[in-house]
């Protein structure tokens, strides 16, 4: 009795690193993902200090293919890699990116990503018609998480650091928006795609 319980002991203690690198490998890959995205390099957009970057788009398809948590661990690593002063952020910045005119649109990662993550729901591609409904349905998350909630918080922030009303940061923060929808469907018909090889 005492040797079989020993033996499960030890199973244990042998699957929970397992479970650990299991369920902390996809996060670490999106947060290089990310760094990966900055390091590619950045467009500037006249009336705004915030670049364009392939990030946003990163982040929509880590929400769309991990868990909520595994997606807000994946931002959560690379904004405390930044923290640290490793210059992973858009042109080779790291912590003085989180306190600057940009910082809304990093920190409104971690909520947008959780609501993309929570929204966007199974997939089901077991017909043509489900599938469309599944990529319509990520589209939408990849919207509402990756656009409208963080650019609340980078405008609103953006606001509060530089002093410009609201209106004139939104209106600036346009010249991101096309591109970000054509993100937004990019990423549901890439994560779409992606769960029917999983399958």
Known sequence: MQSSHTAASAVSAVSVPRRIAAASWKPVLF??????AAAAGEIPVPGTPVPIT??????MLAGLMLTWRQAASSVLLYLAAGALGLPVFAGGASTMALVGPSAGFLFGWVPGIIVIALLRGKADLSTPGAAALTAGRYLLAALLGGIVVIYFFGVTVQSTLTGVPVFTVTLASMGFVVGDVIKAVVAALAASGLSKLGR
């Open 31 to 36: 947060a290089v993902l990310l760094y990966l």
């Open 54 to 59: 392939l990030q946003t788009f990163v982040v």
